[in-house]
């Protein structure tokens, strides 16, 4: 089945106390990679949700974007260095025996640096909203993989009229070819009747061997067999009803294609052919941008 690389999938969930909203994101890339954005507290569970994400999309740069609301094991908590507050207590007493001044103000002693810190909720506690995260990260990658399916059945019938639009190319150069050689026996006849004179006759047999020479130096039949052959298995591939990625294949047999026309260009020998070939590649190419799109 043909997917899209690019998608979307998000899925809010609660349970008692706790609200998880997860978003996943994906665009083309040639591997898989995934960026993980959450709570500093469930960084622990990345793997687990790159295997899961992993499980359903093979290919393409994905972002996963993960909060957690109302969990107490999620919420920062602000921390008090007693230890520190202590000291410069001690400090402020010793510095008012010595002084004689009275140190009663509060506030100055709350803006002190290190007083408090704000942490996040320790991975130990994190552990009990695990199980609705996981289930969440599922489901926004189902919904992401409808989006791929949906988007990645357009991508399959343009690719199919862009294949057919090849394949009349290639046929109408196939059919085209005898006129090719027709044309190079008349200009060649002509020259050597020219060359010799009117009053000397042509060796025929020399004529047809040279003719030989010319078209098996021009002749394209393998190419246009081979041509026919890698459009057949893209159109196989369009109607692969697996699962397993198909765009590299696809990037395989658009480099053939694209070997077959340069040959092709460099047997041509002739204006029209040079045209049905950069009409090729230009086709072949359109063909090969669409095909990034897939996974």
């Keep these: 089945m043909i997917k899209s690389m690019t998608g979307f999938g998000m899925c809010d969930q609660t349970q008692d106390d706790t609200q998880v909203h997860v978003e996943l994101k994906s665009v083309n890339h040639r591997f898989f990679e995934l960026t993980f954005n959450g709570p500093r507290s469930l960084v622990y569970l990345e793997d687990k949700l790159r295997e899961i994400v992993h499980s359903f999309v093979k290919r393409g740069s994905l972002n996963l974007y993960l909060s957690v609301e109302g969990n107490q094991a999620n919420e920062p908590h602000l921390k008090t260095n007693w230890s520190l507050v202590d000291q410069y207590m001690s400090a402020a007493k010793e510095m008012q025996r010595r002084s004689g001044f009275q140190l009663n103000d509060l506030n100055a002693i709350l803006q002190l640096p290190g007083i408090f810190s704000l942490n996040d909720g320790d991975n130990c506690d994190a552990k009990s909203v695990e199980p609705l995260v996981l289930e969440s990260v599922r489901y926004a990658a189902e919904h992401l993989i409808a989006m791929r399916e949906k988007e990645g059945e357009a991508l399959r019938i343009d690719l199919l009229d862009k294949i057919q639009g090849i394949q009349s190319e290639v046929d109408q150069l196939e059919a085209f070819m005898p006129e090719v050689r027709a044309q190079y026996k008349l200009r060649l006849h002509a020259a050597i009747t020219d060359f010799l004179g009117q009053n000397r006759g042509i060796d025929e047999d020399r004529f047809m061997n040279e003719m030989a020479v010319f078209v098996n130096k021009t002749a394209i039949d393998e190419e246009v067999t081979r041509l026919k ?37 460099s047997k041509g020998n002739h204006a029209e052919v040079s045209r049905f070939v950069v009409s090729l590649k230009t086709e072949i190419e359109k063909l090969r941008e669409q095909v990034q799109n897939i996974e």
Excluded: A
Aim: aromatic residues 6%; charged residues 25%.
């Design 229 to 265: 052959s890698h459009l057949n298995q893209c159109k196989v591939l369009l109607e692969e009803h697996s699962d397993m990625p198909v765009g590299r294949r696809f990037d395989f047999l658009i480099q053939e294609m694209n070997r077959e026309v340069n040959t092709i260009g």
